[in-house]
């Protein structure tokens, strides 16, 4: 558990922070990195720090980019959506400044015996401001890809049909999903 507390708050530092500075081609370089890692995780131990970045690095959750004889830590995808399962119940849709007038149709065939996942879904979709049009289907006008594919993982949905459909036309429902999402 002490490991996942540390890699989340690497893996929170490279967001915020964007870069980790990593001079390990010495050891003494490895000593300078070590005197210079942020305020955020300087309360771990060097050792725990050490083997908490080689685990990202072997788990792809960050790289290993070099810059004039420096190396700079910068989190992969894959960690970015590693760290928003620990914060899943703040997920949210990034609302951009313009709307690109394409609506995005969440449609799902859940079985009965995963009834309690399927629950939670809707729920989850819900929350995160999706309007239901029929019970597995919700809508947005807003760009949803990403957070589907971690909520699908997150629920252990993977063996079952959930999508999402990028369409310019809803029919005519359109004006009042409009209005409901004040796009108007």
Same mark, same amino acid.
């Given at each position: 558990? *002490?490991?996942?507390?540390?890699? @989340?708050?690497?893996?929170? +530092?490279?967001?915020? #922070? #964007?870069?980790?500075?990593?001079?390990?081609?010495?050891?003494? #370089?490895?000593?300078r990195f070590?005197?210079?890692?942020?305020? $955020?995780?300087? &309360?771990?131990? %060097?050792?725990?720090?050490? &083997?908490?970045?080689?685990?990202?690095?072997?788990? /792809?959750?960050?790289?290993?980019?070099?810059?004039?004889?420096?190396?700079?830590?910068?989190?992969?995808?894959? #960690?970015?959506? +590693?760290? @928003?399962? !620990?914060?899943?119940?703040?997920?949210?849709?990034?609302?951009?400044?313009? =709307?690109?007038?394409? =609506?995005?149709?969440?449609? !799902?065939?859940?079985? $009965? %015996?995963?009834?309690?996942?399927?629950?939670?879904? %809707?729920? @989850?979709? *819900?929350?995160?401001?999706?309007? *239901?049009?029929?019970?597995?289907? =919700?809508?947005?006008?807003?760009?949803?890809? $990403?957070?589907?594919?971690?909520? @699908?993982?997150a629920f252990?949905?993977? /063996? !079952? =049909?959930? /999508?999402?459909?990028?369409?310019?036309?809803?029919?005519? &429902? $359109?004006?009042?999903? &409009?209005?409901? !999402?004040?796009?108007?």
């Open positions: 558990m *002490k490991k996942e507390i540390i890699i @989340k708050d690497i893996l929170k +530092y490279l967001v915020i #922070g #964007g870069a980790i500075l990593l001079i390990l081609s010495s050891p003494s #370089g490895t000593r070590l005197k210079e890692i942020p305020k $955020e995780l300087k &309360r771990y131990k %060097r050792l725990k720090l050490r &083997r908490a970045l080689l685990y990202l690095k072997t788990q /792809d959750r960050i790289q290993y980019i070099e810059k004039n004889n420096v190396i700079v830590a910068k989190i992969t995808e894959k #960690g970015k959506n +590693y760290l @928003k399962k !620990f914060d899943f119940d703040n997920l949210s849709l990034i609302k951009p400044d313009v =709307w690109d007038k394409k =609506w995005r149709l969440v449609i !799902f065939d859940i079985p $009965e %015996r995963k009834k309690l996942a399927r629950e939670a879904l %809707r729920q @989850k979709l *819900k929350d995160l401001g999706l309007i *239901k049009l029929q019970d597995s289907i =919700w809508v947005t006008p807003f760009p949803c890809e $990403e957070e589907v594919i971690l909520i @699908k993982s252990n949905l993977s /063996d !079952f =049909w959930l /999508d999402v459909i990028i369409t310019e036309n809803v029919g005519n &429902r $359109e004006y009042q999903l &409009r209005k409901q !999402f004040d796009l108007i």
